[in-house]
Nanobody, 123 residues
Framework: QVQLVESGGGLVQAGGSLRLSCAASGNIFSINDMGWYRQAPGKQRELVASITSRGATNYADSMKGRFTISRDDAEKMVYLQMNSLKPEDTAVYYC?????????????????WGQGTLVTVSS
């Protein structure tokens, strides 16, 4: 079994910063792309940022220059540094990863989601 667990959410004032962390655990053979998504009340889940196994990053336009995604493969972690936060950044933030897991000598690639962590930005 493989799981992702996020941490670091909370309440922050506009203009402030937060750092989200996501830890992968379980029967992990490899981790491919990792990413952060968010879902605000009444809205669809949207991509915030992603990072490939080679470190290539991709950001949603509204996050460019404010958010930074990074990963530590040795620790099986992915991070999201969020600066200059705005009230419209308020959402539940979810960690996502493509994880290879071995079972009976077969490699399966699973798309795994975390349970989410709430970020609230007050004006």
């Amino acid at each position: 079994q493989v799981q992702l667990v996020e941490s670091g959410g909370g309440l922050v004032q506009a203009g402030g910063s937060l750092r989200l962390s996501c830890a992968a655990s379980g029967n992990i053979f490899s981790i491919n792309d990792m990413g952060w998504y968010r879902q605000a009340p009444g809205k669809q889940r949207e991509l915030v940022a992603s990072i490939t196994s080679r470190g290539a990053t991709n950001y949603a336009d509204s996050m460019k220059g404010r958010f930074t995604i990074s990963r530590d493969d040795a620790e099986k972690m992915v991070y999201l540094q969020m600066n200059s936060l705005k009230p419209e950044d308020t959402a539940v933030y979810y960690c996502n990863a493509e994880i290879g897991t071995m079972s009976l000598d077969l490699l399966r690639v699973l798309e795994v989601w975390g349970q989410g962590t709430l970020v609230t930005v007050s004006s």
